[in-house]
């Protein structure tokens, strides 16, 4: 069974910094895309990013282009949200997820993702 696994969330003052992790159980995922959304209370999952395993392929959510950076270690099978000048909005439950293998479009949409992690949050004071 396909697994994402994440870790690195925590808590952190607002103007601080935190990577994420997601580590993927099989190699298949170095054909497919990966993503990172988010989940705040009373509020609807969001697309934060999303990248192709090759890298040259980001998308991010305008709240965060600027401050926030996934990237890929092939041979890790894992994917990063490297998350700098941290607000308290950005205060969530962060989860991985990932296409089906050869679905190579980048994309926004969390429907279109078949694969997901157990959530790892992210809290950030004020």
């Known amino acids: 069974q396909v697994q994402l696994v994440e870790s690195g969330g925590g808590l952190v003052q607002a103007g601080g910094s935190l990577r994420l992790s997601c580590a993927a159980s099989k190699r298949t995922f170095i054909m497919s895309v990966m993503g990172w959304f988010r989940q705040a209370p009373g509020k609807e999952r969001e697309f934060v990013a999303a990248i192709n395993w090759s890298g040259d392929n980001t998308n991010y959510a305008d709240s965060v282009k600027g401050r926030f950076t996934i990237s890929t270690d092939n041979a890790k099978n894992t994917v990063y949200l490297q998350m700098n000048t941290l607000k308290p909005e950005d205060t969530a439950v962060y989860y991985c997820?990932?296409?089906?293998?050869?679905?190579?479009?980048?994309?926004?949409?969390?429907?279109?993702?078949?694969?997901w992690g157990q959530g790892t949050q992210v809290t950030v004071s004020s």
């Open positions: 997820a990932a296409r089906r293998p050869l679905q190579s479009a980048v994309v926004r949409t969390d429907s279109l993702y078949a694969y």
